[in-house]
């Protein structure tokens, strides 16, 4: 493989960090999985408008390619070579009540979080097999789930069509044929070995081998960001004590994009915030305070429609699951505010 040609137009994170230097010296390196420069690049090679443009197939990747990934990891997280990962799940330290009682802005709330099964490559360089023996031990354990997280596992494989496109419109399930994964072969086999748990209310739901082998999600109807938290924290450390988590000292749960790593954790909410919509400029300059990313209203890559967005946590890496939420939290309560003043004006 040569070094990849970028546009001049090209943004993502694997086009700044990517130097002839850095290719040259890790291009002929492979990870025990047999997991190439070429497969960590692909993404970004193929979809010149990736956002980062990388995946990891292992977490021996973020070893061998370090010196790419740790950089990209430092951009996106502002997380160093000395940083560790630290992690608190208490939900009795986050101070959350919900800031629209009345449900005049936040539609609903999630959180979800990434996680992939120790001593299994990931998603990229995963065999067939090993994927439907990762789907068998999660269904396993999510089985095992009690009270209101109990639910039932429904596999893609056989699904219908029509109540597919109904979860996903819902905003309850991953869409298919998602290109940034298609490259670095995240859809291969599809849909063997994928599915989808929920309990009763569809609160809790659990992806299975997509992005990652699992997405752990909490969510509701309106601004209860605390319930939804605790509803997770608890799911989670169930889920952990029977299928052990891959991790890493460093980067904490390990997942196959960087952007994931650390708490693996996404904590948004679906908001209407029409006025401030019409003041991009003030409304970036909030979000930007506060970390936040802002995403369209079905995922990412996605549009806003009627003045309503996905606002997020951009950070996952060095910070808490707490410090996560909280930020998210506390930059929401901002965006509700400056919603009302551009309101009045
Ligand atoms: P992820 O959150 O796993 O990174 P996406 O950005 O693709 O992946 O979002 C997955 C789905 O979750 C999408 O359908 C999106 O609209 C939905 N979603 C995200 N946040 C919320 C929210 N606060 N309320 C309802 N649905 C949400
Ligand atoms: C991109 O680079 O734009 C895609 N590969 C997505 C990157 C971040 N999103 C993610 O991990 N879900």
């Not at 002839?20 to 010296?25: G, L, M, T």
């Not at 996605?302 to 997020?312: A, L, M, P, Q, R």
Request: hydrophobic share 40%; with cysteine; charged share 20%.
């Amino acid at each position: 493989m040569n070094y990849p040609k970028f546009p001049e137009s090209c943004t993502s994170l694997l086009c700044k960090f990517l130097s002839e230097d850095i290719f040259n010296q890790l291009k002929d390196k492979k990870t025990a999985n047999n997991f190439t420069l070429a497969q960590v690049i692909k993404s970004g090679v193929e979809n010149i408008d990736s956002g980062i443009g990388v995946y990891a197939g292992d977490k021996e990747s973020y070893a061998v390619f370090a010196p790419l990934f740790d950089q990209i990891i430092a951009e996106y997280h502002s997380f160093t070579q000395v940083d560790v990962h630290k992690s608190n799940f208490n939900s009795a330290e986050l101070n959350a009540p919900n800031p629209d009682p009345e449900g005049k802005y936040i539609i609903s709330t999630r959180i979800r979080v990434g996680r992939n099964v120790a001593d299994m490559p990931l998603g990229p360089a995963i065999s067939n097999a090993q994927r439907n023996q990762v789907e068998s031990a999660v269904v396993a354990a999510v089985n095992l789930l009690e009270g209101d997280l109990a639910g039932s596992y429904y596999p893609l494989l056989g699904m219908s069509k029509v109540i597919q496109a109904q979860l996903i419109r819902d905003h309850f399930l991953f869409k298919e044929g998602d290109r940034f994964l298609a490259a670095v072969g995240l859809n291969a086999d599809w849909p063997a070995g994928r599915g989808i748990f929920h309990n009763k209310d569809k609160t809790f739901l659990v992806w299975v081998n997509e992005e990652d082998q699992m997405r752990i999600i909490s969510m509701q109807m309106g601004g209860d960001i605390q319930t939804t938290f605790t509803r997770l924290a608890n799911a989670v450390k169930q889920i952990e004590a029977t299928v052990p988590f891959l991790y890493s000292q460093r980067l904490g749960y390990i997942t196959s994009c960087p952007t994931n790593l650390g708490t693996a954790m996404r904590a948004s909410v679906h908001i209407a915030l029409p006025n401030l919509a019409q003041d991009m400029d003030r409304f970036k300059m909030i979000t930007d305070q506060y970390r936040l990313q802002i995403r369209g209203l079905h995922g990412e890559h996605s549009e806003s429609k009627g003045g309503v967005y996905d606002i997020s946590n951009r950070r996952r890496l060095g910070i808490t699951e707490v410090e996560a939420v909280q930020g998210m939290y506390d930059g929401v309560v901002a965006l509700i505010s400056a919603e009302k003043a551009s309101a009045n004006r």
